[in-house]
Structure formats: C-alpha cells, structure tokens
DNA sequence: TTGTACGCGTTATCAA
DNA sequence: TTGATAACGCGTACAA
C-alpha cells in the first residue's frame, strides 16, 4: 500500500518534489476530488474511513496544498499589497503591524514593497504585485499621479491610500486629521506663551500630508491676533539646509517666545539635531511640537512634545477597507481619518513650567536603591 | 480584426477580465506559443510584422503576464520569504532595505512576515510561505528550533538564518561578529578608565546573539585584571525591571567607574530611560555603549556610544546567499560574518574627557545667523 | 518562423 | 458518498 514520492535525482542528491493532492489521492486510493474536498473541510460529505485515509496519506507525505495552484484555479490569490515610500519610516513600520495582523485574521498574506520615494521604483513594484494578482493594494505613494497609479493596475482593484492623499480623490483613504492635528499643535504652543511660530516640513510639492498640515497651521495662527506664523520648506538632502533654516528663524528679530512645529517624525530628529549644533535649549531658547510620537521622544531632553498617531488601528482600517471592497462594497470612495494626540512634554513647556534638564522625581523614588 | 475583451457583468458594472495570453494571441492573430515567445524576448526568432502585432495586442488589452500561472508551470515563483522577530526593531527594518534591493536586482519579490517573538506565529508563517511555494527564506527567529523549522518546511528549501543563530548549526547564517563587537566594546570602556562594568541583555535563555556577546564581554573581561564584570539578564516586560536592575548595580560598592553594554536596541533604549529616572548623568555616574546605532544615539546627551553593525550589506548578503543556493550551490553550511564599528560619543569618555551637556562647537560657527 | 498539444496543482461541475 | 473531467494561464516540447 505504500507508495513512495515521485522522486528525481539531481546533482547526486535525491531532491523530493513536493508532494501533491494526485500523490495523496493515490496513496490514499481515492480520487483528486475526494482529497479536494477533504481540504475545504467537507466532513458532511465523507465517509468517516476515507477521511481518516486522507488524513494519513497527507501526514505521511507531508502534504501541503499549493497556494499557487488554488489562485490559478480561484483567481483569488490572498495577497494584499503594500507599498509604502519609506520603510525606515517607524510610522510606516507601526501601520504595518496593525494591517498585519488584520490580514492574518482573514487570512491573506501581506506583501511588502518600499519605494523608498522613487516614482519610477513606485512604478515597478506596481507592476510587480499586479503580476502576482494581489487582490488589494494599499498605497503610501511617494507622489506619483493618480492616473499613473490606475494606469498601472486593473481596473477594479481595490486600492487604499494611506496617510498621503491623491489629488482627484477617486481612492479610498485611512489616515489622520491632519488639519485638526496642526490646529492643536499650533494652539497647545500659543496657549504655552509662544506667538512666533514656523511650520517646518520637507517641500510641500503636494503632498497631501504637508499641505494639510500647513494649513491646520495657517489657520490657527490666523485665530490668534497677536501670533505669526511661518511655513519653512527645508530640503532634507541638503546637508546644512536644516540648520540653516533654524538658525534664519530664530534670528529674525520678535517680541515673542518662537516655536518650531515639525511636520514629520524626521524633520523632528533633524530639527532637534540642528537645535543641539547651534548650542540652543528647548523650550527657552525655542519650543518644539513634532508629528508622530517616537521611541526617543521622552528620552532627548526636556522631553519633546509630540503628536501621536493610532498607527496600528491605521494598519487595521485600511485592510478592513480593502477587505470590504472585496466583499462587494461598491460605494463612493470612502475616507477613513482618525484624530491624533498630542503628547506633552518639556519642548513645548511654558515659560514658567518645566526647565530643561530639571531632575525629574523618579517614578519610584530610591526603591530600587539599595 | 478588432476583437474585444471578454467582459462579465456583476453588480450593474461591466468590469474587464483581465487579459490573458490567449486574447492577446487573438487579438494579434497568432498562436499562444508565438506570444510566449515573445514574452521571453525571442526577438532573433519572430518575425518583425508579428512581433509588431503582439505588441500592439498587448498594448490594447493591457495584458500582464501572470506570475501565477507561471508559477505554476515552471515551479519558480520568484518569491523569497522573510521572517523577523520584530519589525518594530530598527535593525529588521534596516537588514530589510538591503535585501530588499537584492531581490530587485535578481528579479525576485520579498515578502514580509512579523512573528512579533512568538513561536507559533512563526510556524504558522512558516506555513503560510511554504503554501505560497517560496524558493528561500530569511529566518530571523523567534528562538524556535532548529528541528521545527525543518519540519515546517521542506526539504532543500535554501534558509538562511538572520542574526540569530539555531543550535545544530544546520543552516547558512548571515549576522555578526557578536563576540568580537563586545571585546571590543569592553576594552573600550577600559580603556576610557571603567573598571566595573555589566552587560544588559534581554533574557539569554540560547538566543545566539545574546550568548555571544556575553561570552565576548567575559572573554575581555577576564583579560583585564583589574576589571569586574556581570552579565545582567533584564525581563523587559516587566516594567520597572530595569529601572532597579541599574539601580541595584550602581549601587553596589565599588572604587572603579561603573558602566553598561546594552547587549541590543531596545535594552539601549531601556538603560537609558532607567539612568534618566534615576536621575543619573552619563558619563560620570555611569558610562554606555550600545549594541546598534540608533538614530538617536547622537541626540540624546552626552551622546550614546554605539556598536554600529553594516545592516544593508547583511541583507544583501542574505540574498546572495539565498541566490548562490538556488543556482546550485551545494556546500556545507555557510555563516557569513560581518564587523561591527564602535562610534564614539560621550557617554563612554574618560573622566578628563567629553563632559554632558558641554556647549558643541557648531559645525558652521554661525554661518547661518543671518 | 510558427502552431499544436500537453502539463503544472487545484477546484468545480457533472455523473455515477 | 465518490469519481472522472474540464478548466485556470502559461511555458515548452514537438511538429510543421
């Protein structure tokens, strides 16, 4: 009764080639379609002695049914897409745990593609997963049009952007009220005695993200009489360009106590890292609001306020989106926008309110010593 | 001549099958084989006017081959899976960018998988890749063993391990040279005058990397005679568990400077919370160097001592090692081993040297102040 | 230079 | 309750 797996001789070892459901079928003495409908779990339908043969048959040859051959057979692959403009991104890193996990659930696999801001390596990978039939896409574009992304993809598939918008909106969207965030960085320093405030964010060439953002800004500070306001673009690829921008602000003559919002988690590190060349302190030589909390948020003296992002629920609504579209969902682009938190800390500290470097009380005052 | 493509109603909306080599072959008047010529760019054997015809076809129906069905029939799905212990880590992110880049290269696509340190999620990945027929796997291990990864997946299937090594020592590895990078680290703190000095490291329990660079901190340790040295094991779970295991070890009595290897990333993160709430200031209560740069490490005052590890090239290297396998190599495991390099800032200087907090002279004096 | 026909591993539709 | 057979989309002998 036993038969042996189809084997081949190559290169003087014998390689076993997987084994398939005709070789189950055939250890088992049953056809292909009884073992098929062994694997859809069809217990009603099988007789309790060829279950159990099937069951054998596919221990002792180590059985695993090729995902491959299904999607051929089914059209449905079980792949999500995603694409996101920066990996080293830790924004990037925690949505994907969220979508993740989402996609685990329901079982699909993710497939993971950076493009490390390229259009053209954007282009690629597009073209890349459409190969591999990916069912849904989310998207992290690094600014590429709308029209090149339908053009590179079937129609019909369904597409989530995340975080950055395309401009005709004609896409689905999870991603944060960037506006609102803006408003209350902006606010949560005018209401801690700073009234000269700039915006810093890398070029804005329409990224929905930075324009928002901006504008949350300007209008906050339009709410405040006595406040000014300056959006900074500042080129990360240039090596001094940071520091240069920090310093040109804070040397035009003002009245008031100046303050620096940095739009992204990167122009964060970069702004803190031209505030500590220049030999400044936060919050009294400058206050610092930045976008997307970070592991050393707490840890760079006075402690930097930040804006939190529900990143992992980000991850899990855009695959929820993907996965209601695939269950027939046929409405009107949806936007999914979630509301971010801010996080205070000693950047932002009134003047009257924490000092940089203060010993702060230790959670437990000396229990650990001795 | 104009033949349309084949189209299904669902829903009230007409959507397009996708095109198949088939209606391409139809569309431009000639046989599937002749297209499947084409598509493998057999222009020596096609004729000019045929060859102008499929390319047309294809460009009307916007045909995309499909990898599946090429998958199926050549057994080569051109997909390499990845497993790591933790996406949020920094160092996974950075090896990914690397191997990322080198699959590109050779044509093949990564796909992604987060077992977040759990053993059964791993193997349920594990699984999850082998139904997707991948044709290698970089492994960075959630301590599984070495006998369940061969039996989740099968045979001949090229593996290389990432970072972490597996006990028999069956398999490729691709990491680095943990024990020299914390001789390294040891000396240098003695050599900045430390003389009491422990290594933080998660729960070692035969995690490679830890058992390394414990035994390399020994190893130094042992060849200074002057030099006391504990390895401390840190449940970082655990909430306060570090904060009162640096407690406890600074204050034990001792003539000689105190210091900390942080034996990863995270443990790095942790000490430095832990110092901070305690009050303590780098160097002078206590000296740091940690395993993995960090974008921060230079930010956080007096700045942190890091071992810097060559991540991109590890996860070429891993690649590679996957792409030697499937071209036929047949060699006894292979490790490739890389160097670390220890980037030297002030929380590791010598008593005479870099003071916290001391004013940097800035990189252009004042360039930019207007 | 081109076409025919088969097989890759599944699932689904019939019949039995 | 089970089996034979036809797809799914592509590559590739082999034949023309």
Chains 1, 2 share one sequence.
Request: one cysteine or more; glycine letters at 10%.
């Amino acid at each position: 009764m036993l038969r042996r797996l189809p084997a081949d001789v190559r290169r003087g070892t014998t390689v076993r080639r997987a084994a398939t459901i005709a070789d189950v079928a055939a250890y088992a003495g049953v056809s292909k379609a009884t073992v098929s409908r062994f694997l859809s779990g069809r217990s009603d339908v099988l007789s309790e002695t060829t279950w159990k043969q099937i069951q054998d048959a596919i221990a002792a040859l180590d059985y695993r049914p090729s995902q491959i051959a299904r999607s051929l057979k089914g059209g449905r692959t079980r792949l999500i897409g995603i694409v996101v403009a920066d990996v080293t991104n830790p924004y990037s890193v925690a949505v994907l745990r969220g979508a993740e996990d989402e996609c685990q659930r329901a079982g699909y696999m993710l497939a993971l593609c950076n493009s490390g801001g390229s259009h053209a390596k954007e282009q690629e990978l597009l073209a890349g997963l459409r190969a591999y039939r990916i069912e849904g896409l989310i998207l992290n574009s690094a600014g590429i049009a709308a029209d090149q992304v339908s053009d590179a993809l079937p129609d019909g598939l369904p597409i989530v952007l995340l975080d950055r918008k395309l401009p005709p909106g004609r896409f689905d969207f999870v991603g944060l009220n960037n506006i609102a965030a803006a408003t209350e960085a902006t606010r949560h320093l005018v209401g801690h005695g700073f009234g000269d405030i700039a915006l810093i964010a890398e070029p804005i060439t329409g990224v929905s993200v930075r324009t928002e953002r901006a504008l949350g800004f300007r209008q906050a500070i339009a709410e405040n009489e006595g406040c000014t306001g300056t959006v900074i673009e500042v080129d990360l690829h240039q090596p001094d360009a940071m520091q240069q921008a920090v310093a040109r602000f804070l040397a035009t003559p003002s009245s008031r106590r100046k303050a620096v919002i940095a739009a992204s988690g990167l122009v964060t590190l970069r702004t803190v890292q031209a505030i500590q060349s220049l030999g400044l302190h936060m919050p009294d030589d400058v206050g610092l609001v930045g976008f997307d909390e970070l592991e050393w948020s707490a840890l760079v003296p006075p402690g930097i306020t930040t804006i939190a992002q529900p990143t992992y629920d980000i991850g899990v609504a855009a695959v929820r989106n993907l996965l209601a579209r695939l269950a027939g969902h046929r409405d009107e682009p949806h936007s999914t926008i979630f509301t971010g938190t801010l996080i205070e800390r000693g950047s932002s500290a009134s003047e009257a309110g924490l000092r940089p470097m203060a010993v702060p009380a230790p959670a437990q005052p000396a229990a650990g010593l001795v």
